[in-house]
């Protein structure tokens, strides 16, 4: 599978936690974005990387939030001390960037986060 | 910031008939306008997209038009089946800025 993907692909944790979500892009593809996606909205975005340089984040990224993509390669967004408001599927897309026009973002399968 | 409405929040048409989906946007400098279909648990998937210097673009069933001056954009998806039946998200993006803003999204429901 060349896709986008994601690990994993759900994750329940109690109130207070930490968690980590993977992001392995396609693999030319130098920016990747995350999103986050709520029950019955689009998806919001939150913070994207061109190779390894984090390029913009979100006012939705509270300090709990950090997102990283050491190498250029994968990327990994960590919550820490989970509310239940950030229960949400948890998106990651990839692209290509040659500084011309916009290409299509791909999307992977998303990370579901439940907070008991 | 770019803001993307979206109407009507949901849509039910008889299998066969068309279906019109309409966005409108807030920021001029938004130059690109994707549309992507999510199927119930599944990711966003690309079905047609739209630059700024194009009025309409049409794939098989599938059109897209814009009108800058006013703003919106919209889905047409005619001789509707089965399978169009999902979410339809539109977004819009400014060149430079590269994240996408999602609407709301469209529950579309094909009646057999």
């Known amino acids: 599978d060349t896709g986008v993907s994601q690990n994993p692909r759900h994750k329940i944790t109690k109130r207070g936690q930490n968690v980590t979500f993977r992001c392995d892009p396609i693999s030319e593809h130098n920016r990747l974005y995350w999103y986050r996606q709520t029950l019955g909205q689009g998806p919001e975005f939150l913070t994207y990387f061109q190779n390894e340089a984090q390029l913009e984040k979100s006012r939705l990224l509270s300090d709990r939030f950090s997102a990283e993509r050491p190498k250029g390669s994968f990327s990994t967004l960590e919550i820490q001390r989970t509310e239940q408001g950030d229960s949400a599927m948890y998106l990651c897309?990839?692209?290509?960037?040659?500084?011309?026009?916009?290409?299509?973002?791909?999307f992977g399968p998303g990370t579901r986060l439940t907070v008991l | 910031g770019e803001n993307v409405e979206q109407h009507p929040s949901t849509l039910s048409v008889q299998e066969g008939d068309s279906a019109v989906i309409k966005c409108t946007y807030s920021?001029?400098?938004?130059?690109?306008f994707p549309w992507y279909k999510q199927e119930l648990g599944k990711r966003p998937q690309l079905i047609i997209d739209i630059r700024s210097n194009v009025g309409e673009k049409k794939d098989q069933r599938i059109a897209v038009t814009l009108n800058k001056t006013a703003k919106h954009f919209s889905l047409h998806i005619t001789e509707t089946q089965p399978e169009d039946s999902a979410v339809y998200f539109c977004?819009?993006?400014?060149?430079?800025?590269?994240?996408?803003?999602f609407g709301t999204g469209t529950r579309l429901t094909i009646i057999p």
């Open positions: 897309a990839s692209s290509t960037w040659d500084g011309g026009y916009y290409n299509e973002q791909f």
């Open positions: 977004a819009a993006v400014e060149f430079g800025n590269e994240k996408l803003t």
């Open positions: 920021d001029s400098a938004s130059n690109y």
